[in-house]
């Protein structure tokens, strides 16, 4: 797999990314839209990515709501500090004033929810 510098940060990224979309319980809400993999065959995509030299997976908060983070976290295990996560976290998982968009208090939510 080529790598590329991703700009100036010092970062190589594979040409290839694995996107996490799919990644919810195939019984979900979410996976009745858009289609869900299960945890087995979100691991097994991981694991087969990982091997063809792919280094970089994108996500989202708002991929079955949370979900796809959370099964991408199982599929990784120990391998995540092998990994970039590129993710996107703007969409809101609350009512407030506060609970969507990019300022820093939105990011640390949503970080600190992870489990």
Do not use: C, W
Request: proline share 3%.
């Amino acid at each position: 797999m080529k790598n590329n510098p991703l700009g100036n940060t010092g970062l190589y990224v594979s040409e290839l990314t694995l996107g996490a979309m799919t990644f919810a319980d195939e019984s979900s809400e979410f996976a009745k839209m858009i289609g869900g993999t299960g945890q087995k065959l979100a691991t097994r995509m991981v694991d087969l990515s990982l091997e063809a030299g792919i280094n970089i997976i994108d996500t989202a908060n708002v991929y079955a709501f949370g979900e796809s983070e959370i099964m991408l976290g199982k599929a990784l295990g120990e391998r995540r500090k092998d990994v970039l996560i590129a993710t996107k976290f703007y969409h809101p998982f609350g009512t407030g004033p506060n609970d969507l968009g990019g300022s820093r208090l939105a990011i640390v939510r949503e970080f600190s929810d992870l489990k």
